[in-house]
């Protein structure tokens, strides 16, 4: 498949995604400024990744898209939550994301802290209420519970907290908190479809590997583009990981050796995708490629 | 019941709920500095409330203790996030609580909004460990989840930042922001636990009502004893909502009329009572009535 191809596929799927988000929110329980402060970050855009691989893979197993498209969506409010609170002045202290002022900028610090909360808590009630065998629901919302919390993405968000005051850090410790920041959501989006569809152990344990090598992957191709990207398709200015002095890939071992690392990752992820065959399986494979495509 | 009774049985739940937060944190896969930060907030005390009317919901439908005192204890998780995050800076700014050092004073404000978050995910990872009945799990998850997001606990906290910069605050909105900010998620940790046991829908009906009486009875009494109580009891300095010209119960209607409120709310909650016989039936009847004779 082209690039131009799963452009046009990712672009589909950012469709389906983005009219679920405003359907979720046409109604008027919640209070008005915290609905506001809560569609805003949502309505900021990205590739929505997270649901996409949430409903590729459980379709890869047999479930129709719109049995899960609620869950999957639901992995977007969490994604967002993170990067609403990853941005308070506490935290990275970013006032811009995506080019439009941060959520705390917007509507100040304590309803941005709240609409953090608000999303990750609505996530869960979102998938809970998922239509499917109950015990899928229930492990699969655990997996999401798991990768998320104190052993997953915040304690990565711990680690990077500290790690950024260390100008002694190492790869271990910068693949240790990508690991549990970044790779660990990612994961678990393709992980939590392939529960959901009833997928058996040795699937889940293809697409565990698949998608946790895939989330690395990314983040070694985030840090690669940031050095030698165009600001549009980083959705930050280029450099500014430099100027920040932050640790990256690149800082540590070079352009050229992250360049490889990101390669061996994604063939890992492909490796795990060999047994299947069909669309959506074929999707997975040209997904996985675009991702070092976009290096070259 | 006398007083003491219902003191020493109350001290002897929470026994068995500190007990077993310590054995859930006796591991370590969690970040050290992020585990601390959790830890220093859960070991704060208090009454421990939520997880008991959980646990005696459950029971008094015929659950055993040990079949959901996880579930239980996630709700101690969820009420500690929620005051982790509201002694932030951004939000009531309060350097203390319960005498000792707020989380954000003692840890750093980022390790504490992340303590905070670490809690309520946590939580749910948690309340998806039960081994019960699938459906009633998810159920009962999905209810806390509902209860606690931005229709309640969260929504509740954005309604009283902005009531708090609101002289004109009436009795409806005082009411409306004390339904979703506290009594939600009292209502809930009842309904969680009857939910868990399989109790009918008409039981259910009575456990919501009891529930959101008793929440907001504890409000209405707090408000009270904030203007007439003993710092032991309390918590917190005696005067202290009067000194941060917060708009209370008292503030509104007067003293004489909230003991009125606060005897009224106890009265419906055990009407939703009658129903049952037992040990348990019991000791919730003499537990709402201990809410107001501390007022007395």
Redesign the interface.
Same mark, same amino acid.
């Given at each position: 498949m082209g690039q131009a191809r799963i452009k046009e596929k990712l672009a589909d799927y950012k469709q389906v995604i983005e009219t679920n988000l405003e359907k979720l929110f046409a109604e008027n329980?919640?209070?008005r400024?915290?609905?506001q402060a809560?569609q805003y970050s949502l309505a900021a855009g990205g590739k929505r990744l997270r649901p996409v691989l949430c409903l590729v893979w459980g379709q890869a197993f047999g479930l129709k898209r719109e049995d899960i498209l609620d869950f999957a969506t639901s992995l977007e409010l969490i994604h967002t939550y993170s990067l609403v609170?990853d941005d308070?002045p506490?935290?990275d202290n970013d006032d811009y994301r995506r080019g439009k002022p941060a959520n705390h900028i917007r509507f100040?610090?304590?309803?941005a802290?709240?609409a953090?909360?608000?999303l @990750? =808590?609505?996530a869960?009630?979102l998938m @809970? =209420?998922t239509r499917l065998?109950?015990?899928r629901?229930?492990q699969a919302?655990?997996e999401v519970?798991?990768s998320?919390?104190?052993?997953g993405m915040?304690?990565g968000?711990?680690?990077d907290?500290?790690l950024s005051e260390d100008p002694e850090t190492g790869l271990d410790s910068l693949k240790q908190m990508h690991g549990m920041k970044t790779a660990e959501l990612i994961k678990v989006s393709c992980l939590s479809g392939a529960i959901l569809a009833g997928a058996k152990d040795e699937d889940l344990d293809n697409v565990r590997t698949f998608g946790t090598s895939i989330g690395l992957a990314f983040q070694v191709a985030d840090d690669i583009l940031d050095v030698e990207g165009d600001n549009a398709s980083l959705g930050k200015p280029v450099g500014s990981d430099q100027e920040a002095g932050k640790t990256t890939y690149p800082s540590l071992i070079g352009l050229e050796e992250s360049k490889k690392t990101a390669n061996q990752l994604v063939d890992k992820a492909l490796e795990r995708i060999n047994p299947y065959q069909g669309e959506h399986a074929d999707f997975l494979r040209d997904l996985s490629n675009y991702i070092v495509q976009r290096l070259e």
């Amino acid at each position: 498949m082209g690039q131009a191809r799963i452009k046009e596929k990712l672009a589909d799927y950012k469709q389906v995604i983005e009219t679920n988000l405003e359907k979720l929110f046409a109604e008027n329980s919640i209070p008005r400024e915290l609905k506001q402060a809560m569609q805003y970050s949502l309505a900021a855009g990205g590739k929505r990744l997270r649901p996409v691989l949430c409903l590729v893979w459980g379709q890869a197993f047999g479930l129709k898209r719109e049995d899960i498209l609620d869950f999957a969506t639901s992995l977007e409010l969490i994604h967002t939550y993170s990067l609403v609170h990853d941005d308070l002045p506490a935290m990275d202290n970013d006032d811009y994301r995506r080019g439009k002022p941060a959520n705390h900028i917007r509507f100040g610090e304590s309803t941005a802290i709240l609409a953090g909360d608000a999303l @990750l =808590t609505e996530a869960f009630r979102l998938m @809970l =209420t998922t239509r499917l065998q109950p015990e899928r629901v229930r492990q699969a919302t655990a997996e999401v519970a798991a990768s998320t919390g104190p052993r997953g993405m915040v304690g990565g968000q711990v680690i990077d907290m500290s790690l950024s005051e260390d100008p002694e850090t190492g790869l271990d410790s910068l693949k240790q908190m990508h690991g549990m920041k970044t790779a660990e959501l990612i994961k678990v989006s393709c992980l939590s479809g392939a529960i959901l569809a009833g997928a058996k152990d040795e699937d889940l344990d293809n697409v565990r590997t698949f998608g946790t090598s895939i989330g690395l992957a990314f983040q070694v191709a985030d840090d690669i583009l940031d050095v030698e990207g165009d600001n549009a398709s980083l959705g930050k200015p280029v450099g500014s990981d430099q100027e920040a002095g932050k640790t990256t890939y690149p800082s540590l071992i070079g352009l050229e050796e992250s360049k490889k690392t990101a390669n061996q990752l994604v063939d890992k992820a492909l490796e795990r995708i060999n047994p299947y065959q069909g669309e959506h399986a074929d999707f997975l494979r040209d997904l996985s490629n675009y991702i070092v495509q976009r290096l070259e």
